[in-house]
């Protein structure tokens, strides 16, 4: 298999690759991915990603170590769409500040060079602004104040001084608001969906589904394509001009070390004779940490009252109030209510 472009992976960077690139219609585009199409309906409803990340068929398990504090396990998408198809939706962008200190060292990253990819990518609910997006392929639709819950969280904060606002991507500093999701019409938005799906019809853009990476090939110290195995068999993907490593933050140093490039200590342990010394491949990885905290209301929120109480309203009653009330009811968002 052979195209000009070959993009490894297919999460939320690779679906944009895959769409962007294929759009010229005299280029050809390779997309490989590990994992296939999400076909179970239940994954759309967007309470349902706590049932997704227990699916061994579109998650993958990866055993970390953390800082000598034990052994972990942590989850990434194994589908198109990639860890878009079962993550919480939060559409957060981050704060203007940090991109200019990243643009410091890294020219073209600062908030003024990225606020015009965030306004082409969204469309958002709140409709178009100089901070915000409409029209884009992206929806982003915010989170409804209407339950006591989340109005008193809300009102208790604003009575502090920190400003309430409708859309907590389009200010800086301290606020508090609705949550941003990429939820449209009750439905999960994942990358796929998004980006890839419109492209899908394009006859330069071929998807290699169930095709798992294993190393890169060379020619010379030009990377010209990847080893994949799929479907029990062994098949090189060979790109042109550019082979895109998009697997993701996990996926994509590991490959890199399988080919040979990261640090030399490293490959040394696994047997990989060394083909670049890069020893920050697979450095700094700094992975979102979460505490949970369950607290008893009164009267109760949270789940469908008569429901057998799970985290975040995700009881069967809830998923079932979900269809029969068009997609309205406590799985309707990712948020806890």
């Known amino acids: 298999m052979r195209a000009d472009y070959v993009v490894v992976g297919a999460g939320a960077a690779g679906c944009v690759l895959a ?28 309470k349902s990603f706590y049932a997704a990340m227990r699916s061994a068929r579109y998650t993958h398990r990866y055993p970390v170590r953390v800082n000598g504090s034990g052994q972990e396990t942590w989850l990434r998408g194994k589908a198109l769409g990639g860890s878009t198809v079962l993550n919480g939706m ?16 890294n020219p073209g990253w600062a908030w003024a060079d990225m606020l015009p990819a965030f306004l082409a990518m969204e469309d ?38 920190i400003p309430l606002v409708d859309d907590v991507n389009g200010v800086d500093g301290a606020r508090i608001g609705p949550t941003s999701v990429t939820i449209r019409h ?18 330069n853009l071929v998807v290699a589904d169930d095709a798992r990476a294993g190393h ?51 490959l040394r342990t696994a047997g990989v004779p060394k083909r670049v010394e890069s020893p920050r491949v697979g450095r700094r990885l700094i992975e979102q940490r979460s505490s949970p905290s369950r607290h008893a209301c009164t009267p109760v929120w949270g789940w469908v009252p008569g429901s057998t109480p799970r985290p975040n309203g995700s009881s069967p009653s809830a998923v079932t109030s979900w269809t029969a009330d068009g997609r309205s009811g406590p799985a309707r ?5």
């Open 186 to 203: 009750g439905l999960r938005v994942d990358a796929a969906s998004a980006f890839l799906a419109p492209a899908r019809r394009r006859p």
């Open 124 to 161: 958002h609910a709140l409709g178009a602004s100089p901070d915000r997006g409409a029209g884009g392929p992206l929806p982003v639709s915010v989170t409804k104040a209407d339950d006591a819950v989340l109005q008193a969280i809300c009102g208790a904060v604003a009575s502090m001084g």
């Open 19 to 46: 769409e962007r690139l294929s759009r010229d219609p005299t280029v050809s585009v390779v997309l490989v991915e590990h994992g296939g199409p999400v076909r179970n309906p239940w994954f759309r409803v967007p």
């Open 216 to 266: 890169l090939l060379f020619d010379g110290p030009r990377a010209v394509g990847v080893r994949v195995r799929r479907r029990g068999e062994r098949l090189d993907v060979t790109a042109r001009r550019q082979v895109i490593v998009a697997a993701g933050a996990l996926e994509s140093p590991l490959l890199l070390e399988r080919s040979g490039i990261g640090d030399p200590e490293v």
């Open 90 to 105: 939060l559409y957060s962008r981050g704060d203007p500040v940090d991109y200019d200190d990243l643009a410091a060292a």
């Open 333 to 337: 968002t990712s948020w806890p209510r």
